[in-house]
Structure formats: C-alpha cells, structure tokens
C-alpha cells in the first residue's frame, strides 16, 4: 500500500505501535479521499476506524543540546546554521504544561525559525502556527506543544514591529525584494522544511501529519503554502485569511477619505456606534430571530442617509448624525470606489467596529505598506487621496503588492490531488479584513478546482470580529490558548484533524459565546453557503435548536 502521508517509511515505524499503524489504515481507505462526496452539504464520510489523537507517544532518540539534536545535519536554499539549543517549560496550561527543546535556525538571508518538541510524549505531528501583521518577531509555540505537537514558528525573514512594514524598502526608491519575498513565502516554507528535518533528528520518526495553523497573516499564509507549495502540510487551518494583502490594505485608507470628504473628519466613536446600533436593529430579525447579531449582513441594505430617527441637518451632539456623517459611514460600509462609482473594494460589513478603520487616524498598515512597499518614500502623506485620485492609488497597490503578496489563486487542484484538507473561517463583523474578499475567493476556488467540497470547508461566523471577538459566538477552539483540547464537534482544528486523518469530512461545527467565564449561547457554524437556521421552538441561545440548511 502506498504510504498517504507521502512520507518515507522509517526504520522506527514498529516503535509507533498499533495506534499509528491504525492511523495509516484509516487515511488510506473510508472513501478515497475521505471529503463525503461532492455535494456541498458536507455530509460525514463512511465510518472509518476511530483513531485517538493522543495515543502516539514517542520520547526523543538524541539530547536537547549542541552536542546532540544541535549537531543535526539540515538543508535548505541557502546557508543556514543552528545558532541556539535550549530547554523550557510552556507555562499557563496547568496539568497540560509540557517540557521542551528550543532549537534556532537561521537561515541565510536572514530567516529566524524555531522548532519547539516535546521532551517526552511527542504525538507524532507537527503544526506550524502563524504570525500576525507584518511578522517580525517568533516565539515558542506554547498552545502547540502542550498538546504534544512539534511546533515551528518564523519570524519571516526581519525583526521588526509588526505594525512597520519598512523592510520591505532597501532605500528611497528600491524595493527590498529579497525580505518581501521572504516574508510573503519563503520563510513559512523553510519553516516546514526545518521542522522536519528536525523532528526526523530528533525521533528517528518522520511527522505522520504536518499542520498550518494560523488566523490573518497567519490565514494567508496557510493559503499561501496550498497555492505554493502543496506538498509541505497535509492540513490547514486559515482563519480571517489576510490574502487580498494588496487590496484591503488599500481599502483601509478609505474610510479615512470618505469621512474627510463627506464629514469634514473623522467621525466620533459615539456616533459610529450609534449607525451600527441602528443599522443591527433594523436588520436584526432578517434571520427569523432577534438576538443582537446580523447573521449575514448581505441581507442588510440599512441607509443611515435615509433614517431621519438619527439623521438631520440640526444635528450638534452625539445623539445623532449629521447628513455628511451619515453618507461617510455608508460609504464606508458600501466599499472603496473609483471616481465614476466603480466598486474596487467590499467595505465594512453592517454591524461591525468602525473604530479600528475609521478612528481619529488612519490605521498604520495601509501607510506603511504605501511608503514602503508602494512608492518607496518614507515621506509619502496619505493626505494627498481623494475621491479623484483614489482608484490610482488603488491601482497602484495591485501593481506593486499584488504579484509577491495577493494570495488569491483559486487553484488548488495541487493541494487537493496531494490529499489535503483546507477549513476556512471568517467573522462576518470582521473589523479589518472584509470578510466578502474571503467568501468570493472561496466562491472563486469552487468554480477553479473541481468539486472542491471535497478537500475544503469555509464557515463564516455571525457577529464575530476579526480573528475572535464581537457581539456574537467566538469560540471554537481557534484560539491560543488550547490548554485543553476539545472534541471535533466544538474545536474547528480537531475537526481538520478528524478530516485529515480518518476521512470524517467536518459539518457543522458547534461555537460559543463566552461572558464572565459562563458559556452564555451555543451556535452550530454551517459549512458555507449553508446557514445556521432555528427550528421555531426552544432558546435561540442554544445550538442544538438550530439547523444547517440552505440560506
């Protein structure tokens, strides 16, 4: 039988005992490759054998120091050395904390990677976690090796604030082309291929699974190694998917114009808050219940221009808006636009924050990928935007970002025909990335890849802010603290595991909203298009009184 996980079969394979062996069998039967079908329903696969995710437990086969796991023989695209070896304890998890060995590459020009593995107990994966913003820093992958993964994380090629994207400028009109293209692949790649290499030194066994886990860049560049590079993880796990990395960061300077142009400045917190009250309570019950969140803001069409309970002329107060105040937050919902009106960009959606985007500045990635990714010219003013010159800018952000950054190749067949699995998630009141870019993008790979139901999953997330957060469920074992790890039911990253390793394709998956410590409602999430619908009887706090059906 051909080995799924397209790994060599190592010598130690008899030292994994019956629950990897049961481990291949599962991924190698069930139903091809285990997706259930190729309808859009997500039905679950024929039953496969049940495979218990904790049950491989492998302890190293070298010591944790430069003499042994240090002394390891690696290779990549360019010179690299080991530069550290250390041990630690994760810290916060309780009875879950875990010992460790730190090992630091550096890999030339100047890529920082650290693969953190367990000490005793290794469950035979690995999962690769995900960065934030621009990246620039790395750090030990706590939540991944208190439940017994290797974990691999990148600093993406510079050490830098998160928030400065100036790397990306070798000087006043040069791009540094080498640490953006680190920093848009090849580091995430390098970090798969290290941590490999690595845990093989340090157990004598390959991965049986390797994972991408990460929510905004860290979703883009989950995306990123499925375009890529197929063939280094098995599974991936993007969240709030950062891969219009060129378009909505030029979005994020919209809302600052609108308000400027059709407000005279910024709008007040008060105010903003006000419109997205208003805008919830009117398209609330779209749904068939009232409880605070609108489910998908498509269905809200809500004019704040056109409200005279919020909207006049005499307005002097944070009890209401002004006419201009009005028309800026609905252009600021109604996307960024050329001057003949063209749509270029999905704007905020109805009910989410404004205050990131539309505070009394402008947020800073947009300015910091416009002087140092754009024009290269630290100097460069966002003040010089207006409704006229805009979709240049706009066009400019495509044509200089887009071609090293975009992450947006509906093109998976190389991941599908690999046997990987893909779930996508996204808040619809995401408040920095818009969550239509992600739900056409995912509509675009339905149309490119050939029944595509088979391999990925996208649920998109009511209420939700960006990566976690909002007036509606959040949690759904996407976040970091993963102290203890929950059932496929209720945790999205089991559920790609369940898919991945015994052929259980994922339907909904049950989420919580989560107030003073209590749980305080339970929402099943549906595999997109499909919608969470109530079943007209019991709380509407509770998910087991919702059904996934067609919206």
């Known amino acids: 039988m051909k080995n799924p996980l397209n790994h060599r079969p190592s010598r130690r ?56 796991i240090g002394a390891a023989t690696l290779t990549a695209d360019a010179p690299l050395s080991i530069v550290e070896v250390s041990t630690g304890t994760t810290t916060g998890g309780g009875a879950r904390d875990r010992d460790y060995c730190l090992v630091k590459v550096r890999v030339d020009q100047a890529v920082n990677i650290w693969v953190s593995m367990p000490t005793t107990q290794w469950n035979g994966r690995l999962r690769a976690e995900g960065n934030g913003v621009y990246a620039g820093n790395v750090n030990v992958t706590s939540d991944s090796v208190r439940q017994g993964f290797v974990g691999v994380m990148t600093d993406t090629g510079h050490a830098t604030s998160p928030l400065s994207g100036a790397f990306g400028m070798l000087s006043p009109g040069n791009p540094n082309v080498p640490l953006q293209e680190d920093f848009a692949h090849r580091s995430m790649h390098l970090a798969a291929v290290i941590g490999k290499q690595l845990t093989k030194a340090y157990y004598e ?145 109805r009910g989410a924050s404004l205050s990131a985007l539309a505070g009394a500045f402008p947020f800073p990635i947009p300015v910091e990928q416009a002087r140092y990714w754009v024009y290269f010219d630290p100097t460069w003013d966002w003040n010089v935007l207006d409704y006229l010159n805009y979709e240049a800018f706009f066009s400019d952000n495509i044509a200089q970002v887009g071609p090293r950054m975009a992450t ?113 409602r339970t929402r099943p999430l549906c595999p997109y298009p499909q919608v969470a619908k109530y079943k007209g009887s019991g709380s509407t706090d509770e998910a087991a009184n919702f059904v996934c059906a067609a919206p």
């Open 205 to 349: 066994q390959d991965p049986v699974r390797s994972y991408w886990y990460g929510c905004s860049t860290g979703g883009r560049q989950g995306l990123m190694m499925a375009q890529r590079y197929p063939e280094d993880f098995d599974a991936i796990l993007a969240g709030a998917p950062a891969i219009h990395w060129d378009r909505f960061q030029a979005y994020h300077i919209w809302p600052q114009i609108a308000m400027r142009e059709d407000a005279g400045g910024p709008v007040s917190l008060p105010k903003q808050a006000l419109a997205t009250n208003r805008a919830v309570a009117v398209c609330d019950a779209a749904d068939g219940v009232s409880d605070g969140v609108i489910d998908d803001p498509r269905t809200c069409d809500y004019d704040p221009t056109n409200d005279l309970t919020i909207t006049n002329a005499a307005c002097a107060d944070n009890s209401c808006l002004t006419p201009g105040e009005a028309s800026a937050i609905k252009k600021i919902w109604g996307g960024a636009r050329g001057a003949g009106g063209n749509l270029l960009w999905p704007g905020l959606e």
């Open 13 to 68: 394979l008899a030292a994994i005992g019956a629950a990897t062996a049961l481990l291949v069998l599962a991924a190698c039967g069930g139903g091809g490759d285990g997706g259930g079908g190729s309808g859009g329903t997500g039905a679950p696969a024929p039953a496969t054998p049940e495979v218990d995710f904790d049950a491989i437990s492998l302890n190293p086969t070298t010591t944790c120091d430069m003499a042994g």
């Open 408 to 520: 947006d190749n509906p093109d998976l067949s190389a991941f599908k025909a690999r046997g990987g699995k893909l779930i996508l998630y996204h808040g619809w009141s995401d408040n920095l990335i818009m969550p239509r870019g992600t739900v056409n993008y995912y509509e675009r790979v339905k149309a490119t890849t050939a029944n595509a139901s088979e391999f990925s999953r996208l649920y998109m997330v009511g209420g939700m802010g960006h990566c976690s957060g909002g007036t509606g469920v959040d949690q759904f074992g996407q976040g970091s603290s993963g102290n203890v790890p929950m059932e496929p039911k209720t945790d999205v990253f089991r559920a790609l595991m369940a898919w991945s390793e015994k052929g259980q394709a994922p339907n909904e998956i049950v989420a919580s909203r989560i107030a003073g410590g209590v749980v305080t």
